[in-house]
């Protein structure tokens, strides 16, 4: 009977079937077109910002207007794109009898979506028609480009217009703070340094005060009676070699007082170069290559400047720290890395430029809280501070003006109509506005990212690169998975001083990171010129009617909902406020069907909200710092979610997830974060997770049978990264040991049992045999009992994090552990240690930073070598009520900078020190 059904729903679809199947392939075809079209759109997009960027002012308000609709127009094929992924891409793949039935039925229910499609198509093409046409009348090109490296452009040496950067080296030196210091270590450098060629680099953000310090240090007596020749190239991100060498050679002439011996407009490139390389053979030179963005300069003039071993030196200014290391391959290099200023220096820096011809040179009595409060919004940028100081020495000197002016003074969307405005302020925004036009348009789309952020806020790199992921900014490359290429990425933004980093984790890598105020400043007029993002807070005063790609929510009001009244293609909510309105957000889920990332902070929002099943495009979801008590369940709903990548639900306080078995969907799935997330209901299904990276903290205590069958499972996710277990048991021993063997590519693993007043497995000791351990583990966290010290942690070579807790160790642990080359950090805590002595012997743990000791109740002793714990940074000892004297050894650990000591007996620590 079967057959006879599908036999005659065939005979009735035919036609339809073959008109559908017609309509594919013209789709298929026409749709690789405009993919093709976008990347030519952004390709001029990109030489269109570039050029508004360099003309400014002189760019016709008709042509902003006509590059913002060309943006829009990028925006509805990027939404095209998505729309043919989800209705026609994905087309079921079942076989057999019934399945035909269901193909048929499918092609039914998704013709209409289909042949809306095509017509958004053919309406496009219509526009990208227009664009083609109206780009030669304004000059720009449309045509691919080929991204390099460091996407600088050369071009004319002569601006445009006046370069603000050319006063910072003429700043006289009773106006200069928080440089003495540095000056002298770079004269040091410089005058009594090493005979062989060496490259000392100068590191810092725009505006910071690179080129001020540079000259200084070039122009002091000592640099000037040291050196034969000394010459200052300023390069910038537009430069011309032939012509720098000119310049260098001509200066070289005039400071040996000779004429050159021929027309040197008339040299080529070989000729300049070896006349230099003459004139530096037998000289003790000096060059100050000030302003350089790219390390191919350092390759194009490397062989210019020869090593003559004769104390020569290279002072290099840049805001890039890939280009201040780039020298290292031929050269001996020093490298300066600029620090704020403190607000000790900003408020002297401040009274300098605005009190200089008023009041003494001091700063009135009623100013000076006030001018502290100004000064320290400037968050040490000399620059900001000296623009800032010099708008209010114009000012009347009085507290109620300045009070006013510190309160709009928030570097926001009202600063930057001030920099429109005021003269003395707008070097700042073309001085930052350089770094941001360097860089790469795949870097621009994560750097303007940042303004989606509050200010002030320190964003968690993990969290950030899975969203740069979720975008689409992040492109494949051979070897390296998204989440490393990402991590390049921000790197890049760090390196180049465009990005701070707020704290590093203990291998040395980012943890968290922001933007200086003005840098986000800058990033705001961006996104509201780009229509990238937007963000809304209490005091924005800005249109939210506007078409935007994203939103970022920091009030309560519901006005957000303006935003999605010109279109419904949202890729981006962030909210980071308290109890916004379920109904507007429901309706925003309804409208913006095509988001893509979706977070929560500090929101009492749950889970199991069946709004969601809409957001199909959805692939980055979290929920950080919510106050919700209870239980929370996923419904079936979040099925509908089978393009998440990352599922992030470790800020809701609740005690247990239940995750429904339509979660094994989630064949791409990445990150799946939470706190004793439940999976036995997904038996037989983990395993179809084959991209899971990340799975923490997955709870195991159940009864026998099912914690082992689920933990075999996990051994299926062959790409896991990193793994958290609580609840394990002895019996699951042997299981986890072998599921650990398999897992090659596990970085991260923490195993837990579950302690507490109820449990009844507290002294259940856990015993692991790992045969082969995973090669490439750097951090193991246990929460277990154990017999004695594992004999195969010590096998584990790159590790990088241990820490112990509860282990009930009888024997000293640190005998075992002083052969881990590349430990870091070590915590023995919460009874991890019974005994009662450590000895920490000499040349053991050389490369241990941090050490925490914490809760040992029978430990009386510790014992430090001389030549123990080499690197020692920070040592923490805690809750050991037996130990009554710091150890002898402290005194030993020359690089200890901070040591913790509470909850302890009184004990004299100084006389240790």
């Known amino acids: 009977m079967a057959e006879i059904a599908v036999s005659f729903a065939v005979d009735q679809l035919l036609p339809l079937l073959r008109e559908e ?13 405009i993919k093709d079209e976008l990347e030519s759109i952004q390709a001029f997009l990109k030489d269109a910002d570039r050029r508004a960027a360099g003309e400014e002012d002189n760019t016709s308000e008709g042509v902003k207007t006509w590059v913002k609709q060309v943006r829009e127009t990028t925006f509805r094929i990027e939404d095209i794109i998505d729309d043919y992924m989800i209705h026609v891409r994905q087309q079921p793949r079942n076989l057999g009898c019934m399945a035909l039935l269901h193909n048929i039925s499918h092609l039914v229910k998704t013709m209409i979506p289909r042949h809306r499609i095509a017509s958004k198509i053919q309406g496009i093409k219509s526009s990208v028609h227009g664009i083609k046409e109206r780009s030669e009348r304004y000059g720009f090109q449309i045509q691919p480009s080929i991204e390099q490296g460091s996407s600088h452009f050369r071009g004319s040496q002569k601006a445009k217009w006046h370069d603000p950067r050319m006063a910072a080296l003429y700043i ?33 953000m725009g505006g910071q005060g690179k080129s001020t310090l540079a000259k200084k240090v070039f122009d002091s007596k000592e640099v000037m009676g040291h050196f034969e020749y000394r010459v200052w190239v300023t390069v910038s991100q537009s430069y011309d070699i032939e012509g720098l060498l000119r310049y260098m050679l001509k200066e070289i002439y005039q400071q040996k007082g000779d004429d050159p011996s021929q027309d040197i407009s008339e040299m080529d490139l070989g000729s300049l170069i070896s006349k230099l390389r003459n004139h530096l053979q037998q000289k003790r030179y000096v060059f100050v290559f000030d302003d350089v963005w790219t390390i191919d300069f350092w390759n194009e003039i490397e062989h210019v400047v020869i090593d003559n071993k004769n104390g020569s030196k290279i002072l290099i200014t840049t ?6 290391i780039y020298c290292k391959k031929s050269s001996f290099i020093e490298v300066h890395e600029l620090q704020p200023l403190t607000e000790e220096q900003s408020f002297e820096l401040f009274n300098k430029k605005v009190f200089r011809f008023d009041f003494d040179g001091s700063c009135p009595k009623d100013l000076i809280d006030i001018s502290s409060e100004i000064a320290r919004k400037c968050k040490g940028l000399p620059l900001a501070i000296v623009a800032v100081g010099g708008l209010l020495s114009t000012k009347l000197k009085n507290a109620f003006d300045w009070r006013r002016f510190n309160e709009n003074m928030t570097f926001n969307e009202n600063m930057t109509l001030e920099l429109k405005k005021d003269p003395n302020l707008i070097g700042i925004k073309k001085i930052l506005g350089f770094s941001y036009d360097d860089l790469p348009l795949h870097l621009k789309s994560c750097l303007l990212y940042f303004g989606l952020y509050p200010e002030d806020y320190k964003v968690d790199s993990k969290r950030l690169i899975r969203q740069w992921i979720a975008e689409g900014f992040v492109k494949e490359e051979r070897g390296n998975t998204l989440e490393e290429v990402a991590e390049g990425y921000l790197t890049e933004l760090i390196h180049r001083s465009l990005v701070q980093v707020s704290s590093l984790r203990i291998d040395g890598k ?72 379920r109904c507007s957000l429901r309706k925003f889920y309804t409208k913006c069907r095509r988001l893509k990332v979706l977070h929560f902070e500090n929101d009492n929002w749950f889970m199991g909200d069946e709004d969601l099943r809409s957001l199909i495009h959805l692939k980055y979801l979290s929920c950080k710092n919510s106050s919700g008590d209870g239980y ?27 995750i429904p078995k339509e979660t094994r969907m989630f064949r791409k799935l990445r990150h799946f974060c939470g706190y004793k997330i439940s999976l036995f209901q997904l038996k037989g299904c983990i395993g179809g997770m084959e991209s899971l990276q990340t799975l923490s903290e997955v709870e195991i205590d159940s009864n026998y049978e099912d914690g082992i069958e689920l933990i075999k499972e996990l ?90 807790r509860r ?34 012997h000499d040349g053991g743990l050389q490369n241990l930073k941090e050490l925490y000791i914490r809760e040992s109740p029978n430990l009386h002793s510790i014992f430090i070598d001389k030549g123990a714990l080499h690197s020692l940074k920070k040592f923490e000892l ?36």
């Open 632 to 658: 929370v369940y996923l419904s079936k709903s979040i099925a509908m979610l089978q393009n998440l990548e990352t599922l992030d639900l470790r800020g809701v306080n609740v005690r247990f997830y239940d």
């Open 21 to 33: 199947a017609s309509l594919l392939n013209g789709i298929h075809k026409e749709f690789a077109d």
């Open 807 to 840: 282990s009930g160790l009888i024997e000293d642990p640190i005998k075992s552990l002083e052969n881990l080359q590349n430990l870091l950090s070590l915590s023995i805590i919460n009874n991890a240690y019974e005994g009662e002595s450590l000895h920490f």
């Open 172 to 204: 006289d030196e009773s106006e200069i703070v928080g440089f003495q210091e540095p000056k002298n270590r770079l004269i040091g450098l410089l005058v009594d340094g090493r005979e062989e060629r060496t490259v000392i680099s100068v590191v810092g």
């Open 715 to 804: 051994g299926k996710l062959r790409q896991l990264r990193k793994l958290g277990l609580v609840g394990v048991r002895r019996e699951h021993g042997s299981a986890l040991s072998s599921v650990l063997n398999e897992l090659r590519h596990l970085e991260k693993l923490r195993i837990g049992k579950k302690f507490g007043y109820y449990s009844v497995y507290v002294h259940d000791v856990i015993d692991f045999h790992l045969v082969s351990s995973p090669p490439m583990l750097r951090t193991l966290k246990t929460r277990a009992k154990l017999t004695k010290f594992p004999e195969w942690i010590p096998k584990f070579q790159n590790l990088v994090e241990l820490m112990l």
């Open 319 to 324: 805001r890039s720290m890939d280009v201040a």
């Open 878 to 913: 805690s809750s050991i009520p037996n130990l009554k004297t710091v150890p002898d050894g402290i005194r030993h650990l020359e690089k200890l900078e901070v040591l913790d000591v509470w909850d302890m007996p009184c004990v004299d620590i100084y006389p240790k020190l």
């Open 510 to 581: 980012t943890k968290s990171c922001c933007v200086h105020d003005l840098i986000r400043m800058m990033i705001l007029e961006k996104c509201e010129d780009l229509s990238f993002c937007k963000y809304i807070s209490e005091d924005c005063h800005s249109s939210l009617s506007e078409v935007t790609r994203r939103l970022s929510i920091a009030t309560n009001s519901n006005d957000f909902m303006a935003c999605t009244k010109k279109n419904s293609s949202v890729r981006s909510l962030m909210v980071f406020t308290e109890n916004l309105d």
